[in-house]
C-alpha cells in the first residue's frame, strides 16, 4: 500500500520568512495531494491539494508543488504569520480513491 | 449544519473493556472513514466506508468494528480495549472518494 514520508518533523521559522515542507510517496499511481492543517485540539482542515495533471498549485500565501517523476511534493507558505503555527499533514490518495493516507506530520512554529 | 459529530470527546476504559466511538455526519457524504492519531506517527486509518451497507479495512484495523447502516452514521467498535488502543480517534467524511475530508474534533481514549 501507499506509504508516506514527510519532513522536516519540526519546523521554526521567523515572521514573514517562509516555510517549505517536503513529502515522498510510495505509490506511483496516487493522483491526490492534500495538505491539512490541525491547530492544538481541533481536527485537520483542508488547506490545499493538487490532482497529478497539475505541477503547482496557488491560493494567496501557500504553495503546492508536484514532481511525480521524483514522487515527491511540497508546502511552500510564504510571509509567514503567527497564526500559521500549527501541525500539518501531507497525504496522498490511492489510485482507487478510497484511501487517503497521512504522513506524520509537520509541527510548524512562527516565533513573532 | 452541525457537520461531523463526534461523541464521546473523552473517555477512560479498563484494559478487556468494549465501547462505541460514535460518528455522524448531517452533510450527506456518501464516504466516511476513521483515522486514530498518535505522537509522530500522523493520522493512521482504520476503516472506511464508501456507501450505506459497504465498509473496508484502513492501514490498522485489527481491534476494530465498524458498521454503516445509514449514510448518516458510522460507529467505531472497540470489542476489548488494550493498552495500544490509547490515542485520539478522528472520523471524517467526504462528498466524493479523492474529494476534502472534513474531520470531526476527536475522541480522546484512554485505555489503562
Known amino acids: 500500500g501507499e506509504n508516506v514520508e514527510q519532513h522536516p518533523s519540526t519546523l521554526s521559522v521567523q515572521e514573514g520568512d517562509s516555510a517549505v515542507i517536503k513529502c515522498t510517496y510510495s505509490d506511483s499511481a496516487s493522483n491526490y495531494f492534500p495538505w491539512y492543517k490541525q491547530e492544538l485540539g481541533k481536527g485537520p482542515q483542508l488547506i490545499i491539494d493538487i490532482r497529478s495533471n497539475v505541477g503547482e498549485k496557488k491560493d494567496q500565501r501557500i504553495a503546492v508543488t508536484l514532481n511525480k517523476t521524483a514522487k515527491h511534493f511540497s508546502l511552500h507558505i510564504t510571509e509567514t504569520q503567527p497564526e500559521d503555527s500549527a501541525v500539518y499533514f501531507c497525504a496522498a490518495s490511492e489510485a482507487s480513491y478510497d484511501k487517503v493516507i497521512f504522513g506524520p506530520g509537520t509541527s510548524l512554529s512562527v516565533i513573532p | 449544519n452541525a457537520g461531523v459529530t463526534q461523541t464521546p470527546k473523552f473517555q477512560v476504559l479498563k484494559t478487556g473493556q468494549s465501547m462505541t466511538l460514535q460518528c455522524a455526519q448531517d452533510?450527506?457524504?456518501?464516504?466516511m472513514s476513521w483515522y486514530r492519531q498518535d505522537p509522530g506517527m500522523g493520522l493512521r486509518l482504520i476503516h472506511y466506508s464508501v456507501g450505506a451497507g459497504i465498509t473496508d479495512q484502513g492501514e490498522v484495523p485489527n481491534g476494530y468494528n465498524v458498521s454503516r447502516s445509514t449514510t448518516e452514521d458510522f460507529p467505531l467498535r472497540l470489542l476489548s480495549a488494550a493498552p495500544s488502543q490509547t490515542s485520539v480517534y478522528f472520523c471524517?467524511?467526504?462528498?466524493?472518494?479523492?474529494?476534502?475530508?472534513?474531520f470531526g474534533e476527536g475522541s480522546r481514549l484512554t485505555v489503562l
Open positions: 471524517a467524511s467526504s462528498y466524493r472518494r479523492a474529494g476534502e475530508l472534513f
Open positions: 452533510m450527506n457524504h456518501e464516504y
